[in-house]
């Protein structure tokens, strides 16, 4: 249908009117915010760019007469982009640099045409390019800057250009902190060791490197960005990283996120609100099968199995429902807001079946490990749940037991140890390569797996299934172990109130950093940045009792430390723990929430970066131990306890994500944000 009727034609000449008569602000006049108009339509500009909206962005630049950047930025970015090298660097006196950011942008510029040189198989120009182009560049100044070239722009290095290493390469070298005046000869070397690949793909290959054609080309102009100031060449997507940014501020700041919601494509036209909370908070079911203090509770990594450590020396392995067939019963008591709803379901060794549910998605025993002499103190699965690692807490059981989880058998029993082990966690499965269950126990080892032990022994030993000794690292008495997700990175909790970090592959210290208060255990996040170590109150005063004057004792507290810049970014408290080893661990949708169990017989629910205490949980009835988050279902965990049961724990609400308007509770109210640069 066509829009040239006489109602359209008029509503389109008072709308050409209106915009003609309208006033264009000045463009050194703030933005209603107090933001800077040219820094924000600068923006725009580049944003409706990037949507291939090329007319619009025009005509914004010319009815405000700003400009996105200045021609010369515009031919510089061209000429990287190109490859046209003369001139680009003809360009950069006109980027403003200081001297030794001109340096370091020259170094970067000519690392990418040595490159493609010798991908081009230019050997001859590639030589002359590395001895009189960029050599000169590292004669003077080398320790002012640390210049990492485009060859390696995923390794570490320091200065403007560095990239923070992360956990998983802190043991390839380097902790992201030092200032090594020699990087930047170093730089040079690698780059000169390039010479030596027979062809193109091996120089792309150990440079890390796409070539010409890849994006290599950009990722130079992104790096070159980082010396130049901003409001000459401003970063890539520059409007979008900042709603980025406003989404993640407001995520982080919801106590009660979604399980699922970060998945989610956010909305840009209203704030980030979860309506309700998904703490699991009602008890649904307790398994009583024990008949002492369960002292250790873990997951399996597919969550199908539980398992159990007790003083009775048994470990029991439970089956686990797939969080689909939980019985509907499990929220009949929804509308009870108490925080201490007990089980719907229970399993108990003192009640007759017919008082038990028999219903399919029940909590089983599946298999009851019996052999250990000593209490069961901790449990480790094998990456595919197929074997079970145990230790006791005990001097007269000093072993790790290796379990099988489908014949419920012990395969081993290692007594490498001189004194009682209490931790133990895997490096490698065993089995044969298929991993297929059905196997016979023989079939089972025939591939030996890997583990490290760490004993009051004052030793940490990496041992093979088939009892082979393959490193012993000789340290404090050992609290508690905890293996980074690459296996590159062991890290132990001493009784010296250090967390000390280990190059697993030559079992050198790496990095100490040092607790105010005993340790009595540590666990990493899945991502392997955050570690939470649980520290023991400690008496502060020495005055005996009989004096008049009560003996005085320090607060409990769960520290977070974030492993990669090794600095302590949060404190938790209200917990109680004095006399017991008591585990945390982390939980909920993405991991947003800290658990911890307590010797006042609580559980106790933080929001991990707030440390805003959000729920004390009562149910048990003697100290809880241990508590584990289920990696299958993130609105379920367990918790272990002196009342010799373990307790299932599920929210009382949907998995339901609301973006609506209502309910807006969750998120502080601002006062608006104050001026600042975009």
Not at 219 to 243: G, K
Not at 319 to 331: E, G, K
Not at 434 to 439: C, D, E, L, T, W
Not at 575 to 601: H, I, L, Y
């Amino acid at each position: 249908m066509s829009d040239s009727t006489p109602a359209a034609n008029i509503v389109s000449a008072v709308s050409s009117t209106v915009v003609s008569s309208r006033t264009v602000p000045d463009k050194d006049e703030p933005t209603p915010g107090g933001y800077d108009r040219s820094e924000l339509v600068r923006l725009i500009v580049q944003s409706l760019r990037s949507l291939g909206y090329d007319g619009a962005a025009s005509a914004v630049e010319t009815e405000s007469g700003i400009q996105f950047q200045s021609e010369h930025v515009n031919q510089f970015s061209q000429h990287v982009l190109c490859g046209q090298w003369p001139d680009a660097l003809a360009l950069l006196p006109t980027l403003q640099l200081d001297t030794l950011d001109l340096r370091c942008v020259q170094f970067l510029i000519m690392s990418q045409k040595y490159l493609e040189l010798l991908e081009a198989r230019k050997l001859r120009e590639a030589l002359q390019c590395l001895r009189v182009e960029l050599t000169p560049l590292t004669s003077t100044h080398k320790n002012d800057a640390m210049i990492s070239s485009p060859s390696a722009s995923s390794s570490s290095s320091s200065g403007k250009a560095r990239v923070v290493t992360p956990l998983d390469e802190i043991s390839q070298g380097g902790d992201g902190d030092d200032d090594d005046p020699d990087d930047l000869v170093s730089d040079l070397h690698r780059l000169a060791s390039y010479m030596m690949c027979a062809d193109a793909a091996s120089l792309k290959q150990k440079a890390k490197w796409d070539g010409a054609t890849g994006a290599s080309r950009k990722s130079l102009l992104d790096q070159i960005r980082v010396y130049v100031d901003p409001s000459a060449m401003i970063a890539d997507n520059r409007l979008e990283t900042l709603l980025d940014q406003a989404i993640i501020a407001q995520t982080e700041h919801c106590a009660y996120p979604a399980a699922g919601h970060r998945s989610m494509p956010p909305s840009l036209l209203e704030d980030h609100v979860c309506e309700g909370d998904h703490i699991p908070r009602v008890a649904t079911h307790v398994l009583e099968k024990h008949a002492e203090e369960v002292w250790v509770v873990r997951f399996s990594h597919s969550g199908r199995y539980l398992a159990s450590g007790s003083k009775d020396t048994t470990i029991i392995i439970w089956t686990v429902p797939h969080p689909l067939d939980a019985p509907s019963s499990a929220h009949t008591n929804s509308n009870n807001n108490s925080s201490n709803n007990i089980g719907i379901n229970c399993y108990s060794s003192r009640t007759s079946s017919s008082s038990s549910s028999s219903s399919s998605s029940d909590y089983k025993p599946f298999k009851t490990l019996v052999g250990h002499t000593g209490a069961v103190c901790n449990v480790a699965w094998s990456p595919d749940d197929r074997h079970l690692l145990s230790c006791a807490a005990s001097t007269t059981d000093m072993t790790v037991r290796l379990w099988s989880v489908e014949h419920g058998a012990c395969l081993k029993t290692f007594a490498k140890h001189n004194d009682f082990v209490p931790s133990c966690v895997w490096m490698s499965n065993m089995g044969t390569p298929s991993g297929r269950a059905g196997m016979s126990l023989s079939s089972s080892l025939a591939t030996p797996g890997s583990f490290f032990s760490g004993g009051n022994d004052r030793q940490i030993l990496c041992l093979t299934t088939d009892e082979r000794v393959l490193k012993v690292i000789d340290t404090s008495r050992v609290n508690d172990l905890a293996l980074s997700p690459n296996k590159k990175v062991l890290i132990v909790a001493g009784d010296d109130q250090t967390i000390t970090m280990y190059d697993v592959d030559t079992g050198s210290v790496m990095h100490v950093m040092t607790e105010t208060h005993p340790i009595t255990s540590i666990h990493l996040s899945n991502d392997g940045r955050f570690l939470i170590a649980c520290l023991q109150a400690t008496p502060t005063s020495t005055t005996p009792p009989n004096n008049g004057a009560s003996s005085s004792e320090s607060v409990p507290e769960i520290h977070l430390w974030d492993i990669e810049r090794r600095v302590l970014v949060q404190r938790y408290t209200g917990m109680k723990q004095q006399r017991f080893v008591v585990r945390a661990c982390f939980g909920g949708p993405g991991q947003t929430w800290v658990v911890s169990g307590s010797e006042d017989n609580k559980i106790y629910v933080w929001h991990r970066d707030q440390g805003t205490l959000l729920e004390v949980l009562s149910a048990h009835l003697g100290t809880v131990n241990d508590v584990s988050w289920s990696p299958a279902n993130p609105n379920m965990f367990a918790s272990a306890s002196d009342d010799h049961s373990i307790r299932i724990w599920n929210t009382d609400l949907p998995i339901v994500h609301h973006t609506g308007r209502r309910n807006r509770g969750h998120y502080p109210t601002t006062t608006g944000p104050q001026p600042m640069s975009l």
